[in-house]
């Protein structure tokens, strides 16, 4: 989890326990609990429904983040109605009372010293620039931010060049509208960069020209969600030359705003950026809150940016060279069991075999069979001695 999310996530949990007043409810069912137990009464906690209401439209849309920021402070149990029926309804016990302590403490724990954890985790800058306010430097005012996250599934990890793309995508994109818009090209940070599940970079640039840059990012999106069905290849080409603003330098230039050749070397530029953008496979956050698809899936990332984990081979039994079956493609030969040679003779054993298969063919494609050597015995001719 980044700290950017674990931040955002954390601050929203506070502040439903602030606005729903839990720890102060809590309080007073313990005290409720204690002296009913100490009085005799019936037994209940006298809970009032409107808390489990109120909290409970307040957690809602809770998003997976945040649901498994509450099961590690111990207090995902609010999350449920299980919970508050037992409060409401069962009787008072060891149980039940040792239950509301602990979640007591826990909503304690993490109002009161959580955001002080926090405080030191916190990036420079980021959220004075996204609020607005706070004591900026000069070279970060009059700026805009922009965040391109680097998604990764389980189990799959970037290697160096899906970075390098990302940042050069970035930067051509801003560079080429810099000189579009006649403005310094240099003006462009890396603010912050982020890791966790994903990794992010947070970018800081002038802000007419950023907003372009997201233009462009919104205009690849739409192109990509329109091209989804054609060829990986194919649809790189696609996107990347039918982008708006790749028309905008094609009309500065009949325009004579800029000569043929600038035009070209912005052209090339801004495609360039697109099609690293889109290899990478990298979003903005903007994209999620303007699209019914997921932009992690339908941006992914090609293959050969990622890094598979590397698992040992010698666990699962799989058909190798080695193991591989020994089969007898030829009729004339039997398998030789070649464990019981010695040396000499396995290599003797290897040579035959080696001959065997650089026996000639005839015409028709068939084996020549080897001429017979004869066995007859050239007769000599007898002389017989004279008596």
């Not at 069962?90 to 304690?108: A, L, S, T, W, Y």
Request: hydrophobic residues 35%; charged residues 30%; aromatic residues 6%.
């Amino acid at each position: 989890m980044r700290r950017q999310v674990l931040s955002i996530s954390l601050n929203k949990i506070i502040n439903d326990l602030n606005s729903c007043e839990l720890p102060v409810i809590f309080r007073k069912i313990m005290d409720i609990m204690h002296r009913d137990r100490n009085d005799d009464t019936d037994g209940k906690s006298n809970f009032s429904f409107t808390l489990f209401q109120q909290y409970m439209l307040a957690t809602n849309n809770y998003s997976d983040d945040e649901k498994h920021i509450c099961k590690i402070l111990g207090f995902e149990q609010l999350l449920t109605p299980d919970f508050w029926e037992a409060i409401a309804y069962k009787d008072i016990n060891e149980g039940v009372m040792q239950m509301c302590f602990e979640m007591h403490r826990n909503i304690q724990f993490t109002m009161n010293q959580l955001p002080k954890i926090l405080e030191l985790t916190k990036q420079h800058y980021i959220s004075e620039i996204v609020e607005e306010k706070g004591n900026l430097p000069e070279v970060l005012k009059g700026k805009t931010l922009l965040t391109v996250l680097i998604s990764e599934d389980e189990g799959q990890f970037s290697n160096p060049q899906r970075l390098s793309n990302t940042l050069e995508a970035i930067s051509n994109f801003y560079e080429a509208i810099a000189i579009i818009e006649g403005v310094n090209k240099n003006e462009l940070i890396v603010l912050a960069c982020d890791s966790g599940s994903d990794k992010s970079f947070d970018f800081l640039g002038l802000a007419k020209v950023m907003e372009q840059v997201k233009e462009i990012i919104f205009s690849i999106w739409d192109r990509k969600v329109f091209y989804r069905q054609h060829e990986v290849s194919q649809s790189l080409s696609l996107i990347a030359e039918s982008l708006p603003i790749i028309e905008k330098v094609a009309e500065m230039e009949r325009a004579k705003a800029i000569g043929k050749e600038q035009a070209e070397i912005l052209k090339r530029q801004l495609i360039k950026g697109a099609t690293q953008f889109l290899t990478a496979g990298v979003t903005i956050p903007e994209l999620e809150a303007v699209s019914y698809h997921n932009p992690k899936q339908l941006m992914s990332p090609e293959q050969s940016l990622l890094c598979a984990p590397s698992y040992d081979i010698t666990v699962r039994e799989t058909t190798t060279v080695e193991n591989a079956p020994i089969e007898n493609t030829s009729d004339e030969h039997s398998v030789v069991d070649s464990e019981n040679l010695d040396e000499s003779e396995a290599k003797m054993l290897e040579l035959l075999l080696k001959k065997s298969k650089l026996k000639p063919k005839d015409a028709s494609g068939a084996k020549s069979k080897p001429k017979r050597r004869s066995t007859r015995v050239k007769k000599e001719p007898i002389e017989m001695e004279q008596p």
